[in-house]
């Protein structure tokens, strides 16, 4: 991407908020100039800025064949604080799409494992939906995850479509229950016994709290699972989007630009891990 393309913004314009928790949002944006979620792959990023104030990276959530883009975001700061505030007819600056997304093609004809904590689910997504409509293309998907409490669910809406599609099986656990909750108590790694994975065949893409992504590839290398099949995405201090900053740096490599998503393989160096 040329120097000129990472300065461009295009002008997104909210067409609509959905709140799914007290502080996270989705936004869907309208890019307008014939652009559309086919534009962005699963797993990149953009970089959402509110004119005047300053920008953040946030993953697309949006899957290639709808209208408008998808970006879910959480007030954890000025940016996003503002962000999180804006309301149909407004307006934000989006600058992307970056990074390398998810190997979808390493997962082909295997089973394929979508593991996410929190705010990961928003960077898998993407890829939820394509493995819906396009049930041939893998073994059978199995997507597991997890959050600290039921308040602290987000996409509820969508759970339920998810559960009765083909091919995908949907287990969702939280640490702590709450209120009326009947389901699974536990962290997201208590779902794997429950889940029928077959280590021969499973290719898992992993996203979520560094803590979580640690665990899960623990256990998933327990269970045979190669760490060459095994794919993060991870996050920290992406701030300029093209690895001239520094901030993100990992090792030799820099995450807005050589990810954000990775082969545990790649990264296992610079990763907390414990005889993985």
Known sequence: MSRQALRAFTRGTVRDVRRETPDTFTFLLDLGRGRTPADFMPGQFNMLYVFGVGEVPISVAS?????????????????????????????????????????????????LLVIAGGLGLPPLRPVIEEAIAMPGRFARMKVLYGARTPADLIYTHEHSRWRAA?????????????????????????????????????????CGPELMLKFSILELAKMG????????????????????????????????????????????????????
């Open 63 to 111: 899957f290639r064949e709808e209208k408008l883009l998808m970006h879910t975001v959480r007030s954890v700061g000025t940016v996003t604080n503002l962000l999180t505030r804006l309301g149909v007819g407004a307006n934000m600056g989006v600058r992307g799409p970056f990074g390398r997304g998810w190997p979808l093609d390493e997962a082909e004809g295997k089973q």
């Open 166 to 206: 083909g091919g995908c099986d949907f287990l969702l656990t939280v640490d702590r229950g709450t209120g009326d909750w009947r389901g699974n108590v536990g962290v997201v790694t208590t779902l794997f016994p429950k889940a029928g994975i077959d280590p021969r065949r499973a290719v898992a893409f992993i």
């Open 225 to 276: 699972v190669p760490v060459e099949r095994i794919f993060v995405s991870l996050e920290r201090n992406m701030s300029c989007a093209s690895g001239t900053c520094g901030h993100c740096q990992l090792g030799p490599l820099f995450i807005c630009r050589d990810g954000p998503v990775f082969s545990y393989a790649k990264v296992r160096n610079f990763f907390p891990r414990e005889g993985v």
